[in-house]
Nanobody, 123 residues
């Protein structure tokens, strides 16, 4: 089983930035698409961003386009989410995920889920 561990969350003011990391341990699959989801209190988990295994294609939710950037370092088995111009609406627990196909990942199908990292944007 692949274990995904998210880190980098915290408390920031509106307009601030954070970089989330997701490290994979155990058996890893560098050819899998990787992505990020988030879940705010009382709401369903929603798609945030995804990236193909070679980094050639990225997908973003409309709400984060232009502000968030997903990237990956296959040598480190790590995927990142750079979050800029953060808004209170971005407050949520952020989870990373993986799937052989980015189209499947986008609809919420993941071979594994991390424990999540809390992001709180407040003044």
């Amino acid at each position: 089983q692949v274990r995904l561990v998210e880190s980098g969350g915290g408390l920031v003011h509106p307009g601030g930035s954070l970089r989330l990391s997701c490290a994979a341990s155990g058996p890893t699959f560098s050819t899998y698409a990787k992505g990020w989801f988030r879940q705010a209190p009382g709401k369903e988990r929603e798609f945030v961003a995804a990236i193909t295994w070679d980094g050639g294609t990225t997908h973003y939710a409309d709400s984060v386009k232009g502000r968030f950037t997903i990237s990956r370092d296959n040598a480190k088995n790590t995927v990142y989410l750079q979050m800029n111009s953060l808004k209170p609406e971005d407050t949520a627990v952020y989870y990373c995920a993986m799937n052989q196909l980015i189209i499947q990942l986008r609809i919420g199908s993941s071979s594994s889920w991390g424990q999540g990292t809390q992001v709180t944007v407040s003044s």
